[in-house]
């Protein structure tokens, strides 16, 4: 009988294991551009000898300085009106980081105790809390943001108020969530064997543990803020002029956009850029303080 020679088995492949997300190196293109925004909203008086809303009608319509016709005094060019860009930038910076930071206090920590109070007492009060949620997002912002600018006026108050009013229904649903799951935890269990009060459990033991899923909801929602705070402002409906606003700035010269197109598109690109850096940061962020993700 003819024997079968044995057949070669092949060594199983080592299993490799993808790397873990959460130590990605760090964003530097993001962090460069958000340090840059803070330090020209900090420094924007060092930065420029030049008032953000002061007119010069002899200087009108100046190019940026690499172009014929531009010069160093206004390195950016100037609107309709001779204000130079750059300043208006500049201090542009610091209405959308000043909205920013007003409306994620306000709005983050109300969608915070929201959120906890839902998700750790259940019941008929998770369900009510749940609905304004629900009505919140079904709201659209902008619409909002009008109706409040018409009956209240325009203003700093005004769009805080309409951001807020939105941005705590985002943060309550997802704490809720955390909290849901949290709730379920042997420690909770304890705590209340103990004899802790709903108040001291809900401050000692669950807070703690969402704080850092609040801190990502915020880095996550800068650039939301900032870019809604843009587009109000854009419609009429945010930063009274001449205040510098970027988002005023680009509705000041979208009808001169193909002969003096620097007064638009200059503040629209760092809207962009600004935007897509707290993104991106947010994005890393998330991946190095959830637990999950870095064990991916």
């Known amino acids: 009988m003819l024997k079968t020679p044995p ?4 060594p199983p492949l080592a299993r490799q294991e993808p790397g873990p997300r959460g130590r990605r190196s760090l964003p530097w293109t993001s962090l460069f551009i958000i340090a840059a925004m803070v330090f020209v909203a900090l420094f924007a008086p060092l930065l420029t000898p030049h008032s953000p ?14 172009q014929e016709g531009g010069t160093l005094t206004y390195p950016l060019g100037t609107d309709t009106f001779g204000r130079d ?9 610091r209405v959308s980081l000043l909205v920013a930071a007003c409306a994620l206090l306000v709005g983050g920590g109300v969608g915070l105790v929201i959120g906890i109070l839902a998700g750790y007492l259940g019941g008929r009060v998770d369900s009510l809390l749940m609905r304004l949620v629900d009505a919140a997002l079904a709201f659209p912002t902008i619409l909002f943001a009008l109706l ?22 985002r943060f309550a649903r997802v704490i809720r969530g955390e909290v849901l799951a949290l709730k379920t935890r042997d420690f909770i269990a304890l705590a209340t064997v103990h004899g802790c009060s709903h ?11 969402v704080l850092n899923t609040f801190v990502i909801l915020l ?9 809604a705070e843009a587009s109000l402002s854009f419609l009429g409906a945010g930063i009274p002029p001449p205040m510098p606003s970027w988002g005023l700035m680009v509705a000041e010269g ?17 809207i962009t850029l600004v935007v897509l850096a707290f993104n991106l940061f947010g994005d890393w962020l998330r991946d190095r303080l959830d637990p999950k993700l870095r064990q991916l």
């Open 7 to 10: 057949q070669r088995v092949e």
């Open 85 to 93: 860009i750059f300043t208006r930038l500049c201090y542009g910076a």
């Open 254 to 270: 979208r009808g001169k956009i193909a002969s003096a197109w620097w007064i638009s598109l200059l503040p629209g690109i760092a």
């Open 53 to 66: 809303i002061d007119q010069s009608l002899p200087n009108k319509l100046r190019p940026p300085f690499w």
């Open 199 to 209: 108040l001291r459990i809900m401050a000692v033991h669950i807070l703690p543990n």
């Open 219 to 227: 880095t996550l929602h800068v650039g939301v803020v900032i870019l």
């Open 148 to 169: 409040l600018a018409v009956t209240m006026g325009q203003g700093l108050r005004t769009l805080v108020i309409a951001v807020s009013l939105i941005l705590w229904a």
